[in-house]
Structure formats: C-alpha cells, structure tokens
C-alpha cells in the first residue's frame, strides 16, 4: 500500500492499533518529548496530540519509531522485502544495469517500465497550497523546545529543499531549524551535507538562494529524505520507486522549486549568504547538547498548507530515540550499496550506542592479505560512512550483530601493536571528543584470522568446536529429559 499523504498513514496506523490519540492538552515544551520518548523505549505507538498548548494544530510524533511502521512507511510488509526492492533497483545501475539487461532481458525491461511510471508527476494544483499566507507567523506553529536548555523552539522533522544553482538539481535533506523570530529560522546544515554544499555554491554565484520546506509528507518521501540515495537521484523519485506509486510535485508559489502536493505544511523563503545566527544549544542524537554556533538563516517568505494539516515532529536525544530506529533500518536496507562496491562484505552492524556514525562492525570474505584494510579505506570514501571512527572488520563466519561475539573477536583476535590503523580525517559536526570540530581520527580493528602473508609467523591455532555428531546425540538424549532440557534452554 502506498500512502498518499501523512493522514492516510495515520489513519492506517490508527486501525492497526499503531496509534493513540492523546485527547489531555499538552504542551510542545518538554512534555512531548518525555511522552515520545517513553512511548518510543517502549517500543509503543505513533501518538498524535489532539489538543496542543498554544497551537491550533495537531502534532504526530514516533510515527517512523520502530521497524514495523518503517516497513509500512515504504508499502512492505517488513524491512527485509524493502532492501530487496532497493537490491533489484542497484542491479539496474550501469555497467551491472547494461549486465543485467544482457542475462535478464525480461526482468531488466519491466523495472525499466517501473522506473518510468513511478518518476515523480507535476501538478499545478495541490492540497499543500489550499491555504496560504504571505504574513508569517511561526508562532502559530506547534513547534517543540525538546530540552530544558535548547536554545530555542526547534523544527524537528522538517524536509529542506534546495537547488544546485549549476545544475537545477533539487535536493532534499533533513536538517532542524531552529525558531528565530517570527519568520526565520536557523538553518542547521552541517558543512559535510548537500544543503550546506549547495549554499557555497549560492553564495559563490552572490545570489539570495531559494529554499522549501515541508512538515509533514507522505512516510516514503520522509524516509527517502534521511536515505544515503546517490546525489544526482532525487529523493522524490526514489521514494516513487519505494513505495510504487509517483510522488506528486507541485511549484512552490513564491520559489523556484517543488515540493510534494500532499504536504502538510510548506514554509518558502531563502537564505542570504554571508548572514548567521548563534544556533542552539540542542539536546542532539549524542545525548548531549550541541554548542551555541553562528548557521545561516531562513527567511520564511510564505506560508501555505492544506486544511486541517498535522504538524509532524521527533526528538532527538542519547539513544534509543526514532532517529536511531531510522538509522538502523537505513543500515539494512541500504547494505546492499556497500556490496555493490565492495562485494566481499558479508553483513555489517552500526550499534546504536555508536550513534551509528561512530562505530561499524563489518564481516568480510577475507581472500588477500590486508584485505581488512582495504575495505576499511573503502568504507571511509563511502559517502557519510566518512565518519565512522571505529571499524572492526572480522571474518565472514563472525556474526557482526552479535556485539559479545565481537568483543571476543577484538579482544582476542587484534594485536594493538598491529592490527590498529590509525587513521585523520573529516568527521562528523556532532562528534564531541576531537579537538578540532569536524576533523578527528578514526581507528580501523582488523579483528580477522592472521595470515603468513600479514607477517603473522606462527600457525594460526585451530578453533575448538564440538563434533557435530555429539551435539546430534546430545539433542537426541535431551528430548528424553524434558527437564534437563528446560534447564539448559537458557541463554546467558
Ligand atoms: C531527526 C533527524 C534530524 C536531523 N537533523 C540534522 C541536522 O540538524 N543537521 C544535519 O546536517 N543533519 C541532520 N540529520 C541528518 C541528515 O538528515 C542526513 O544526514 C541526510 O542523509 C541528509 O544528508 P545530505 O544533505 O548530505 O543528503 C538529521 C537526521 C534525522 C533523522
């Protein structure tokens, strides 16, 4: 099922039993978040707050906070199906696309039609600008302040459209905006985001550069504005192909850009290069409060959204938290990118408590010496992978989920004195420990079975495992004692 917009979803959610109303009046100040973040550690519902304080305007939040509303998000039963659309979209890319057209001439035909169909569609009517106004007042707007110290009210969930001025192509991205004043907003793109490149690229041409801004889309387009989609696909499109059905896209009225029909909310306006205002603090995906630091602001010229609209919004904080949730399934789903470039990855876990950009745990089919290493480097030019300060790479047959196996591993595995590469480079603006903000240093683990040829002299000892045929007749002996059998069916 592909949904149309925002509302179709909740209503969806709503019959499934994956939603409660919250009838109380709550506050967008702190309340919200300490309800969403409770219902989120309890693996709880989307809520949807009826009655907000000082808002006309109802707000959603934890609707993307657990696989299984991801999975619906994108039309699929599960996250698994979804990562095999996006496998079957990756096989259609040159040169393996031109392949697969030569071995699979049917399949490659009917995805090409698929791709056709499912390209976004412009309209010039749409329910986003059934209303619309030219006096901004973000007050009227159910804004959150997630924590006791940010710095202000803060846009949580909102997707921020832009343009390549040398290009044309638009860009969508999820960056948070902080309330200024009555029309403008803090625009927090850090400096490794398209956003932010698209700015200097404005700025260097001296020009105002235009920018949209929806709350509150259709859960693919949301979900595919957070997704690593190669830059030069639109995120529009790839969110067509996600959930299969085209996205609708409507010229802004006053910019020269477009934004989904079935939006709840649109704010147009721009930002001027060489103009700043201190931003935050801001409770971050960190846990931590992000610094007061000067980013460039958004003039919010006009306003326009459909009638009765839901304002949707998230909070970010120490994990678990929905954007933490969003990062994992990003990780499974888009596994299949990273094989394309490097297909003797096995599988690959980023542990939330890395904060998903800190901490990686690769498994490898290991076939040269230093082969650990080479796909360490790979995965550092890998797109937002840049980050990653910890990789550990182990051998194909170690379950990287399994964070006790891998502590084995390391622990046992990697000497310090060689197996550590020790690496500078960008890293990521959140990150609190390096000294310098955006660089830092990185440390690859190769945590794999030593080879002769990685200068490892000694035999490597052979690993003691039970035989197989005493395990088998163990398993035949505890179906004769049920009790034993119970005793011994517990993990620790
Ligand atoms: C809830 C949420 C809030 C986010 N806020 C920001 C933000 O304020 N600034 C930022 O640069 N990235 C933020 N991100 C991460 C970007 O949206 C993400 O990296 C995305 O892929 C856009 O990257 P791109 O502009 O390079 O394509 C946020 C992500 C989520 C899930």
Redesign the pocket.
Known sequence: MAWKNLGEFLTSLEEKGDLVRVRSKVSPRLEMTELALRALRADGPALLFEQVEGSDWPVAINVLGSDRRIAQALGRQDLGEAAGTIADLLAMKPPSGIVAMIREPGKTLDLLQQLRSLAPKRVSTAACQKNETDRVDLGRLPILTCWPKDGGPTV??PLVITKNPETGES??????LQRYGADTLGM???T?????ENFRRWSRAGKDMPVAVVIGADPASIFS?????P?GISKFAFSGLMRGRPVELVPCRTVDLEVPAESEFVLEGYVRPGESHVEGPFGD?TGYYSLPEPFPVMHVTHMTWRDRPTYLA?V?GKPPT??AV??RAITRLFLPVIRMVLPEVKDMDLPMEGLFINLAVVSIRKSYPYHARKVMHALWGLG?MMFVRYIVVVDEDVNPHDLREVLYRVSLQADPAEDFELVRGPVD?LSVSNRLENVGGKVGIDATKKWSGEGYPRPWPEEARMDPAVQARIDALLSAEPRLAQVLSARR
């Open positions: 949580t969930f860009h969508t991205g999820i960056y948070r927090h793109w850090q490794h985001r398209v956003g932010a504005s957070l997704a690593p989609v830059e995906h998230t970010t929905e954007d969003l990062g937002q603006q």
